[in-house]
């Protein structure tokens, strides 16, 4: 079936740095791809949708300088956290489908950010 | 906007019984699908079952099935013979016809006790 592959899984980086997320679809070509934030026992919210060779759509209040999206093939999105800081750290997954109107979303396994 | 709520934080059945999970949304759109997601503690989004609006019968998928009431905005999951490998949160989803982009409820957290 579809996968998504998420990398890395886990990721500390210290208080300034940048740290980029990377998604692919592994055997499926996926057009937009979707950036969910998750708090500990809360739910996914979605921070921006990736468009390939466009630019991404945000949601509100998601700051577009400090979540950079790029998505520039139709198997690779890329979510990079600048200059991050603690509250900055959560749990990042993102998904993909075929470019079916009701296929189902396929998620990443997630990266675990720590920002110390 | 769509919402979608969930009114139990957290629900627990004993092994082998039924449980049913809540799940209501408002929308003013008629094309949309609705899905139920299964998050283990490694964190995986597992798709659990889905929904598609149009469709009056409700979907079913092995142990899995839904109470799917359109007019309600109330699409509800029952987990029959529960398992203990069922223990998860589960998200309820909605997703608007040719949009691509999930809405999630806010999660039940299921405990199967033994």
């Known amino acids: 079936g579809a996968v998504v592959s998420q990398h890395p899984s886990w990721v500390i980086c210290k208080s300034g740095t940048s740290v980029k997320i990377e998604c692919r679809s592994l055997?499926?070509?996926?057009?937009?791809m979707f950036w969910y934030r998750q708090f500990p026992k809360q739910s996914l919210m979605l921070m921006a949708t990736?468009?390939?060779?466009?630019?991404?759509?945000?949601e509100q209040g998601v700051e577009k300088d400090k979540f950079l999206i790029n998505h520039a093939s139709l198997t690779l999105s890329t979510l990079t956290v600048t200059s991050a800081h603690p509250e900055d750290s959560s749990f990042y997954i993102c998904?993909?489908?075929?470019?079916?109107?009701?296929?189902?979303?396929?998620f990443g396994n997630g990266t675990r950010l720590t920002v110390t | 906007a769509q919402t979608v709520t969930q009114s139990q934080p957290e629900m627990s059945v004993q092994e082998a019984e039924t449980v049913t999970l809540s799940c209501t949304y408002d929308t003013s759109e008629s094309d949309y699908y609705l899905f139920w997601y299964k998050q283990p503690p490694s964190r995986q989004m597992i798709l659990v079952i889905r929904?598609?609006?149009?469709?009056?019968q409700n979907a079913t998928e092995n142990r899995f099935s839904v109470n799917f009431q359109k007019a309600a905005k109330s699409f509800s999951l029952k987990i029959s013979d529960s398992q203990l490998g069922d223990a998860a949160m589960y998200f309820c989803?909605?997703?608007?016809?040719?949009?691509?982009?999930?809405?999630f409820g806010q999660g039940t957290r299921l405990t199967i006790n033994p």
């Open positions: 989803a909605y997703r608007l016809g040719g949009a691509q982009k999930l809405v």
């Open positions: 998904s993909a489908n075929r470019d079916k109107a009701n296929s189902p979303l396929h």
């Open positions: 055997d499926f070509q996926a057009t937009t």
């Open positions: 929904q598609e609006a149009y469709k009056q």
């Open positions: 990736s468009n390939e060779g466009s630019k991404a759509t945000y």
